[in-house]
């Protein structure tokens, strides 16, 4: 099968991974049928499944030595964000080809990358490879990183190095910042407005929250991050609710936040913490308490050293000085699995996760050559 064969089945498949139960959907068939065509190419597939989450598997196809301190991985999530399809002017999940582009759900971020990084790489897996060439396409990316963290938890890395084909203009990525999301819920008592005595006003008291909010962000702020399209990093307050009536003493209000990081600002569990102390400190003579849960438990910001052969190799390639995004990937936990790894794919970002996602066709041929440039130096020789 052909690059648009391969995609236009993975389009078919629908794979969104969502909070939302009602949007979930498994990724098991498009994992079983990619397994299939590499099988049938000479690659030895593994799918694992993930742990109490039925339907939801990742798939490693290795081509070569099992040599886990060489080789590179080839790697992309085969599930997609939700979709409005009163938006698109096709079916998505049908692969469109119009305009020079190629239309469907997960077009751009990833399956085209999945489905271009299948065909090249069949063409080398019954030749005598002197390292690992591996295909990764994991689960529940869009949704939580589960099928990267489970792949972390098992510690086995299949190969040294990785790329990751998410949309960056063919342009090779070595840092991210991490991200967390965490709602702060401030519980009061409810009581009759005439007298605030009768109650505790818990949106009155997420004022106090908010201010220490916006002071640890100022904080944050002048931690510079060069090289970074925003050089600092980010706290977003983003969703408030609480109340229930004019008349009422509010006895509960939300507060969701999302805080993005660079490498130099540390971990996720730091800066979570950072923000549930100032939170709590903000409340102490209000008569509220504070509630805490993580709306994403947070992915790790990602620092490949520029040095590494995998970036080096990708700047060659691509003609392009790696550098720094805002957005995260599962790099991040590849880097921790031992896998040094470059983010460099096809697509563009700003066409992602949207009706009438696509990809550009004169992206392909140049990734293609990328992949073979890859392929030649990691794989065809030890590195």
Known sequence: MNFEQILSRLVAYPTVSCADPDWDMGNRDAAEFLANLLDDQGFDCEIQALPDRPGKVNLIARAGPADP???LVLAG????????????????FRLDKRDDRLYGLGSCDMKGFIALAAETAARYARQPL?????????????????????????GQRPARYAVIGEP???MPIHRHKGILMESIRVHGKAGHSSNPAHGHNSIEAMRAVMNEV??????????????????????????????????????????????????????????????RDRATAALEATGCTP??????????AMDTPADSAVVRAAERLTGASSRAVDFCTEGAFYNQLGMESVILGPGDIAHAHQP???LAC??????????????TEFCLSRH
């Open 69 to 71: 301190d060489t080789g």
């Open 77 to 92: 999530h085969l599930d997609t964000v939700p979709y409005d399809d009163s938006g698109w002017a096709s079916d998505p």
């Open 130 to 154: 002197a390292a690992p060439l591996v295909i990764l396409a994991s689960a529940d990316e869009e949704s939580g990183m589960d099928g990267a963290r489970a792949l972390l938890a098992r």
């Open 168 to 170: 960056t203009n063919l």
């Open 214 to 275: 916006a002071a640890l962000r100022e904080s944050l702020a002048a931690e510079a991050a060069p090289g970074f399209p925003v050089p600092h990093p980010t706290l977003n307050l983003g969703v408030i609710r609480g109340g229930d009536s004019p008349n009422r003493i509010p006895a509960l209000c939300e507060l969701q936040v999302d805080l993005r990081f660079p490498p130099e600002t540390g971990d996720v569990d730091r800066l979570r913490q950072a923000l």
């Open 291 to 300: 509630e805490f849960f993580e709306l994403f438990v947070g992915t790790p």
């Open 356 to 358: 009438n996602e696509h």
């Open 362 to 375: 004169e992206r392909i041929e140049p990734m293609r050559a990328i992949l073979d440039g890859l392929i």
